[in-house]
């Protein structure tokens, strides 16, 4: 029977404050071959699970470049394996602007429902959500400065252990 652990959100905040700007040596830089993005969501979202779920072809993992789940940096695939996810590791619903909090995922869209770009939630303010990603590195960044067609908000309500 699994165990639900809390998202440590201020550890996934915290590592993505550290690596913003740069590359943890630990992981591909997907630059230039898709984009970095969603791996470094991916990281961001593993500081504050400590988990990986290795399930072949439906998993969140990252081993090396050649072993690792097409989940830990495809925008769809983290879609997919957070918002479906009854395994070990992470897990999220979708929600809204208003439901979001530290650690928390958000991914934009185009009008012609490619998902494109992957962010974490790095600030709550009144004024609205801030972001820190990479691809085009950012910390801090406001999310109503970016222009895009959609937004899906994914809360992350917990770790799964086995």
């Not at 959100?9 to 630990?26: G, I, Q």
């Not at 500081?47 to 470049?65: E, F, H, L, Q, R």
């Not at 992470?90 to 439901?99: D, H």
């Not at 590195?137 to 917990?158: C, K, N, T, V, W």
């Amino acid at each position: 029977m699994p165990t639900i652990n809390a998202y440590e959100r201020s550890k996934a905040a915290a590592y993505a404050e550290r690596w913003a700007f740069s590359r943890n040596p630990r992981y591909l830089s997907f630059d230039g071959i898709g984009g970095d993005c969603t791996s470094f969501i991916s990281q961001c979202i593993y500081a504050g699970s400590g988990i990986m779920n290795y399930k072949k072809d439906v998993g969140w993992y990252y081993n090396s470049v050649t072993d690792r789940a097409a989940a830990w940096s495809g925008v769809p695939y983290l879609y997919k394996f957070l918002t479906a996810n009854k395994g070990a590791g992470p897990f999220a619903s979708l929600s809204g602007p208003e439901g979001m909090q530290l650690g928390d995922v958000i991914q934009l869209g185009d009008a012609n429902g490619k998902w494109y770009h992957s962010l974490l939630v790095t600030g709550v303010t009144d004024s609205g959500l801030l972001v820190s990603t990479h691809t085009y590195d950012a910390h801090l960044r406001p999310l109503s400065s970016y222009i895009y067609a959609q937004a899906r908000f994914l809360h992350i309500e917990g770790v799964r252990r086995w």
